[in-house]
């Protein structure tokens, strides 16, 4: 349960590639796709499923067999079919930052959204009430552009020197945060909270 009281006077709000807020910045440097959130915790089968599915995704309405149908309690759904739409919800975001914007490359699922990990760049999607979950899954699709650099900027820095990781989607000071570090490993944290807590990942090679 890593998400607490959040710090109203960081302004804090939800972002995808950075965590978005008026204190921290750690934005991720690669390919961000699919990426969702559900208010229940996904069973090992229907984790599976979804990384068997493969380029042929989740099931947008009208879709072919191959897909994988969403699993139940799915709250937003970010594709990265060249916007920042949510396809199963209301919060649909908006690029702000510095670096390059509105950027998008061939992903897992055709596009995915493209960071370059400078500048507080990130895919805002502001601080809806429904996304501050308790109980929850994360999952999405990510691609790092380095083997050895995860993020550009050191807090501050603003491209000048590299980070210790990016945030593939971070919640303001208080909220929840998934990070990539430089070494390659993934961990769900609660921002600005020394309590880091290891979640279980399938990943691939690709």
Not at 64 to 73: F, K, N, Q, V
Not at 161 to 167: D, K, R
Request: overall charge negative; hydrophobic content about 35%.
């Amino acid at each position: 349960r890593p998400f607490g009281n959040l710090i109203a006077g960081d302004s804090p709000g939800i972002g995808i590639g950075n965590v978005n807020d008026g204190q921290n910045n750690f934005p991720f440097w690669g390919d961000i796709d699919e990426i969702s959130l559900y208010n229940r915790a996904l069973t090992s089968s229907e984790i599976q499923a979804i990384f068997n599915a493969g380029s042929a995704g989740a099931c947008p309405p009208g879709s072919g067999p191959s897909c994988a149908p969403p699993p139940a309690g799915i709250v937003s759904w970010w594709p990265g079919e060249n916007s920042a739409s949510d396809a199963a919800g209301a919060n649909s975001g908006a690029w702000t930052g510095g670096g390059s914007l509105n950027s998008y490359a061939s992903g897992e699922v055709n596009k995915a959204m493209q960071f370059d990990g400078t500048h507080r760049d990130r895919v805002d999607l502001g601080n809806p009430a429904n996304l501050q979950l308790q109980n929850f899954t994360i999952e999405a699709w990510i691609k790092r552009a380095s083997a050895s650099v995860a993020s550009f900027d050191e807090n501050f820095a603003d491209g000048s020197i590299a980070g210790p990781g990016g945030y593939v989607i971070g919640y303001g000071a208080g909220g929840y945060g998934v990070v990539l570090q430089d070494d390659g490993t993934l961990a769900l944290t609660q921002n600005s909270v020394n309590d880091t807590h290891v979640s279980p990942v399938i990943t691939d090679t690709n």
